[in-house]
């Protein structure tokens, strides 16, 4: 920069940054005069110009760009929240994943294998929680934007094309229903036998509103449109011609409307593999309890394993679980696993326990969980502060890593998923821990 420019720079308050790294919200993170700031749609290694407005720091230009900046594909990328780090190419974003990741595993434990690594591809996305927002003469549907309304989904690089078609549609029928009478919110599932859809409304759906659904469905294919108050727990169904099912392993399950699924078949399939290749070697009478089961992802394909004792908090996801279960090794129940947690006697006859918590990690589930006598864990992580603070416990109650896996099925979004496997069976870890050091490359292979 020349000294003239320097000079102007100075006298408008314009100032430069290198960017060291990328916060957990995607924007990249900066330090000047001791204070760490965050500027958005900016990556580690970029040098930039910003100016204060106020305490907060405003991008002017990026002045060396890193090799991982791509222009985004997304045609409504400055409006839509959904992407924070379109800007960042796809493997550069895994490997941004796979070392925090590896840190967070690193600050727990001594001895940490280098994780398995996977990225869904873009349009695969099968679940989503839609905004719904009327507007004068119609609806838009879509993501809210940063702190804002929700922008209009005209186009998405994430969702699967057969739920993307489908918001044309939507809007029409939507524009026309009575009880939309403000702010609306719309759950899409894409399920084996094809969209799967719940509606929240301001206020309750009149019968011609019912009808419109009906006709929608029956259109469209659907086999089933859920209604529910806004903020309310009860589900009603509008419309259902036959169950809408998905498989897991070799049954189909009928979920319950707006059921959690992960968020791609294809990230489904990789969880499903890591945590089937982190059991330990089991008798087919072993017992696999299984916490926070949903409605049988994981819990289907481990029944080939041993039997599944499964714990659900939510009813009609354990009730879909039992359902899909007949004829196989699982006893599914319904459990708050946060009021009544399962007590070190409760997992006396465990051989493994397998866990899937929710974003706030397993709370009081961990304590006794680090108390029992069980040997073998693998914990399924959306989340990687609590699943930090869990493996914390564990690890103090004597638990080692055996082997992690990242899964980045939330593409362009610093969300993550870990398998993480984990034993305090003395065996298990030696035999782990020779096993890598005989496959690690010897200095004489370089
Ligand atoms: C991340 S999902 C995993 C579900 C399932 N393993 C799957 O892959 O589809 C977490 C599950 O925990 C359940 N859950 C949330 N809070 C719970 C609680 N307090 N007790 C028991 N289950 C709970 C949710 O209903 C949800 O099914």
């Given amino acids: ?3 003239i420019t320097m000079m102007n720079n100075a006298m408008s308050g314009v100032l430069n940054a290198k960017i060291e790294g990328l916060g957990t919200t995607g924007d990249g993170v900066f330090y000047h005069d001791g204070k760490t700031y965050f500027l958005p749609n900016t990556l580690p290694g970029e040098t930039v110009s910003f100016r204060f407005t106020g305490d907060t720091p405003e991008l002017i230009d990026i002045l060396e760009a890193s090799n991982s900046r791509v222009q985004p594909s997304c045609t409504i990328i400055n409006d839509c929240g959904g992407c924070a780090v379109q800007h960042m190419t796809l493997p550069a974003l895994l490997s941004w994943k796979t070392d925090r990741i590896t840190r967070l595993l690193s600050s727990v434990f001594s001895d940490v294998p280098e994780p398995a690594h996977y990225q869904t591809p873009p349009r695969t996305r099968r679940r989503m ?7 004068p003469g119609g609806v838009h549907i879509g993501l809210h934007a940063r702190n804002g309304d929700p922008v209009d989904m005209i186009a998405c690089d994430v969702l699967a094309p057969e739920l993307f078609e489908l918001l044309t549609p939507l809007r029409d029928v939507l ?3 009575g009880a939309l009478t403000g702010r609306a919110d719309l759950q899409i599932n894409l399920l084996d036998t094809g969209p799967d859809l719940t509606l929240s409304t301001p206020t309750a759906l009149s019968s011609a509103d019912r009808a419109k659904l009906a006709a929608f469905a ?3 294919n659907i086999r089933r449109i859920a209604w529910t108050p806004i903020g309310k727990r009860e589900i009603e169904t509008v419309a259902q011609s036959r169950a809408p099912t998905i498989r897991f392993g070799s049954a189909d399950v009928t979920p319950p409307p707006a059921a959690f699924l992960q968020a791609s078949r294809e990230a489904e399939r990789v969880i499903q593999d890591a945590v089937l290749a982190g059991l330990p070697a089991l008798n087919k009478k072993d017992i696999i309890v299984e916490l926070y089961a949903g409605c049988g992802t994981l819990t289907l394909p481990m029944s080939d394993n041993g039997r ?3 714990y659900e908090g939510d009813v009609s996801a354990a009730a879909s679980l039992r359902t899909a279960s007949g004829g196989r090794r699982i006893d599914a129940h319904t459990r708050d696993l946060v009021r009544q947690p399962l007590l070190p006697p409760d997992l006396k006859t465990a051989r493994v326990v397998v866990l899937d918590p929710p974003y706030t990690g397993a709370g009081p589930q961990i304590e006794p969980l680090a108390r029992s006598t069980v040997k073998d864990l693998v914990y399924v992580s959306c989340n990687p502060a609590a699943l930090k603070k869990d493996l914390q416990t564990l690890h103090k109650a004597g638990f080692e890593l055996i082997s992690s ?3 980045d099925q939330f593409l362009w979004s610093t969300e993550v ?3 993480v496997v984990l034993s305090r069976d003395p065996k298990r870890i030696k035999r782990e821990s ?11 292979d370089s």
């Fill in 218 to 220: 029956r259109e469209h």
């Fill in 434 to 444: 020779s096993r890598r050091s005989r496959s690690a490359p010897s200095h004489s």
């Fill in 1 to 3: 920069m020349d000294v």
């Fill in 175 to 177: 524009a026309g229903l």
């Fill in 308 to 310: 599944v004792i499964a």
């Fill in 417 to 419: 998923e870990t398998v």
């Fill in 405 to 407: 896996t990242v899964v």
């Fill in 129 to 135: 929680d839609l905004a719904v927002q009327r507007i």
